[in-house]
């Protein structure tokens, strides 16, 4: 009896193993958008399966319709979604991650083009990225269709890791601001004639200080933000949340102006939750994505949060830094 039940303990040790060396394959769900599929081992949880993939439960739980209190048993399936956090194909990726190659399957009638349309890329990359030289690919055969970004201190998928030939751009995690020298006026010399007394100015006046604007693109976009819906699936409509108030500041982002797509850096909050932050000053609220927390960005710097310049021009606020009410599910 102990034998058998040995055995039982090393075939699953094994099926755990065999998953995470196996390449992963994409499939698209009811939306058209990607995911891979997870068969849960021994000792996993919500938790440990978001390491692996990079990803929040809070994200893929509610994909799945489970909660985060639901039961996990050994062998069960999970759709766990790609998306910008954890899904590259252009753009970026920190300097603590790897990618690891997404492949799919070639079915008859797909072309090259079709599959760069299914999947929203381009030929010339998926050329690169599997060293094509022409066009034409095999029904069966397996095709990279984009990467999967794993922490390369966090994920067993990072040894799979690989140099792509269209390597994705390493960004430090604090923006850069590029501040412009003004050049000092030139001063007329001031001529006084000899017989006449010279006629002294007035004492200047001590100007306050006005808190330095921050810059506004055109917005085109107009709402509380694309991940509004999300958020009301992680906290049940609103039913489940956390709540603090304090002070933060604003970072450039080129998202969230014409998508409503919103994000935040917050500490203690995980990496994938989506939160509602308020100006009490007018009552407006967005809903932003937490890509990482302020520590990592701005260390020392006593804030509560970072949010894109986008989120802050539609809750109304100019100011660099400021405060705010934000809400988040249990």
Known sequence: MKRAFLFVIVLLSCISAFTQTTPLLVQLDNNSNPYLSHSIGPKENFYSIGRIYNTSPRVFAPYNGLELTSPLSIGQQLKIPLNEVNFWQTGTRKENETVVPVYHVVK????????????KTDNASVKSWNNLNSDAVSVGSKVIIGFLKVDKTLSPLAAQGMNVRSEPTLVKQEPKVEVKKEEPKKQEPLVVKK???VKQDPPKQEVKKEEPKMEVSTVSYSGNGFFRDEFNRQTNNGKRVNGNSGAGS???STSGWSDGKYYVLMDNVEKGTIVMIKNPSNGKAVFAKVLGGVEETSPGSGLMFRLSNAAAAQLGISAEKFNAEIV???
Not at 110 to 119: A, G, R, V
């Open 108 to 119: 008859q009638g797909e072309s090259l083009t079709k599959i760069s349309q299914l999947f």
């Open 195 to 197: 017989e006449e007394p």
């Open 250 to 252: 604003v970072f450039k």
């Open 328 to 330: 988040w599910g249990k």
